[in-house]
Structures are given as C-alpha cells and as structure tokens.
C-alpha cells in the first residue's frame, strides 16, 4: 500500500523560498510518478507539477515555470518541490500524490490514486 506524507510547508514572507517534500512509503518509488497539486478553499484542486518514474518527463502548470521546480530521490524516497520568489497567490494547501502513470502532460486529480494529507503553505508579510 503506498502512502504520502507531505512536509515543509509553512508562513513565509514574499519573494521567499521554500521546499516542499513528499515522503512515499512504497516498495520501490523507481515505477511512480508523483504529482504536487495545490487548493485554496472555495476552488477546485489545481495541478503544479508532475515528474515521471526514473528518467521520465517532469512538466509544470505554465504560470509556474522558472519559479517551481520538482526533483526525486528514489533512494529516500522523497519527491521535492523547491518553490521560489513565492507571492501571495501561493498560498493554499499543498498536496503530492502518486500513481503509475506518465508526467507527458500535466496530470488531473483522477489520474492519481493516492495522496498525502497535505501542508499548509501561506505567504505573507
């Protein structure tokens, strides 16, 4: 059974950096992709950033390009997501999930069958 835990998260002030991280209790994270998702309350859950199994594609939302970036480590089994020059418009609860897929294109919400409880990420002065 895979599990997701998400941390990282917390008050930071505009133009900041932070690292999310996403630890995978699976066997062997190598044939997993993960997605980072995020959700302000009142809106539907929004796709950030996804990064294939080892090797594979990573794609991102197009109005976070050059600001986020997502990176693995299989031998932790952790999945990052380095987000910089955060701005107000950050601020929501981040979530990754995984499923055994490709990161080709960005992935919905359906096309993942697992996730984490999320991490509340605000971005204020």
């Known amino acids: 059974q895979v599990q997701l835990v998400e941390s990282g998260g917390g008050l930071v002030q505009p133009g900041r950096s932070l690292r999310l991280s996403c630890t995978v209790s699976v066997f062997n994270l190598d044939y997993y992709a993960v997605g980072w998702f995020r959700q302000v309350p009142g809106n539907e859950r929004e796709g950030i950033s996804c990064i294939s199994s080892s090797d594979g594609p990573t794609t991102y939302a197009d109005s976070l390009k050059g600001r986020f970036t997502i990176s693995r480590d299989n031998a932790k089994k952790v999945v990052y997501l380095q987000m910089n020059n955060l701005k107000s418009e950050d601020t929501a609860v981040y979530y990754c999930?995984?499923?055994?897929?490709?990161?080709?294109?960005?992935?919905?919400?359906?096309?993942?069958?697992?996730w984490g409880q999320g991490t509340q990420v605000t971005v204020s002065s």
């Open positions: 999930a995984a499923d055994r897929v490709d990161c080709l294109q960005l992935r919905d919400n359906a096309d993942f069958a697992t």
